[in-house]
């Protein structure tokens, strides 16, 4: 593991090199930092503008040695409109509702989390992770962080949660200074018909849009990786090439964004660093 400190800057490290899990043949490894004290939100700002992601208090970036194929994500949302297949989504999802709270744990979301793992990702770097593993996942954070949960709407939701179904999605996402980033999020395996992950990304844009803030982040969109194909759908969406923030078009090059120019610059990946 490598370091580097300077005075007042946070340190940061760099992790061994590991097997990808979205390019076979490919290793990966991971630059990263700890996000704690007064100024973890303002840090967790700029480091995400830089392509950075957080888990738990790590803001940790891609770093590998071969390859650059994992791209940092956000929708642009007051210009993001639906294609016909979302709106089908949107409306096949009307008897949900969604309510933005703090981010407390409970045995409910774990049991969700739990059959979502199992069903989607048994094989996965999270798969073994225990009740006391998850809560650790959503409160220990120090910036911003909420916890979105989508339940079944019941005949008096409008008035009182009291009303509210079973929970049948959550999303992870933290509220930063320029947008909604989407940390993790998970839902009910056996609703396949509601599509349920397109569904929470859309009711995120919709959110985001309300706080007033223009983008939401999705993490990193891996070309050649089929699991990572859906986070293109969402247009206009940029992606941070070499010389900042470029508007992507599927099928064709990244385009400079005006916005940019003129003002200047959910994967859920775990990072343990206990494992490092």
């Known amino acids: 593991m490598l370091m580097t400190a300077h005075p007042q ?3 940061f490290f760099l992790t061994s090199p590991t097997p ?13 930092t700890h ?6 939100p303002e840090l967790l700002d700029l480091l995400t503008q830089g392509g950075f992601r957080r888990s738990q208090n790590i803001a940790y970036r891609p770093a590998c040695e071969r ?3 994992c791209m940092s994500v956000r929708i642009v949302v007051d210009e993001f409109e639906p294609t016909k297949s979302m709106r089908r989504v949107m409306a096949r999802n009307r008897d949900i509702v969604g309510r933005m709270d703090a981010a407390v744990p409970s045995s409910e979301q774990y049991s969700l989390f739990r059959r979502y793992l199992d069903d989607r990702h048994a094989k996965g770097g999270m798969s073994e992770m ?6 650790m996942m959503v409160e220990d954070s120090q910036v911003d962080t909420r916890l979105i949960q989508y339940r079944v709407r019941g005949p008096d939701s409008s008035f009182t949660r009291a009303s509210d ?18 940390v ?8 396949h018909e509601r599509s349920l992950g397109t569904f929470m990304i859309l009711d995120h844009i919709e959110r985001t849009k309300r706080l007033g803030l223009p983008y939401l982040y999705l993490g990193y969109w891996v070309k050649g990786s089929r699991k990572m194909d859906y ?3 969402y247009q206009p969406q940029e992606h941070l090439q070499s010389k900042g923030w470029e508007r992507y078009k599927p099928g064709g090059a990244a385009q400079p964004d005006r916005r940019d120019a003129e003002t200047g610059p959910a994967d859920g990946s775990r990072i343990a660093p206990a494992g490092l």
Request: aromatic share 10%; net charge negative; glycine share 12%.
């Open 20 to 32: 990808c899990p979205y390019l076979p043949g490919q290793l990966e490894r991971k630059v990263f």
């Open 165 to 182: 179904g079973a929970l049948i999605g959550a999303a992870l996402s933290d509220v930063m200074g320029d947008g909604m980033s989407m």
């Open 67 to 69: 390859c650059r194929a």
């Open 231 to 233: 986070k293109v759908r």
């Open 130 to 135: 225990s009740v006391l593993d998850y809560a």
């Open 35 to 40: 996000l704690v004290g007064e100024k973890a």
């Open 9 to 11: 800057t946070p340190q």
């Open 184 to 191: 993790y999020s998970f839902f009910e395996p056996g609703e």
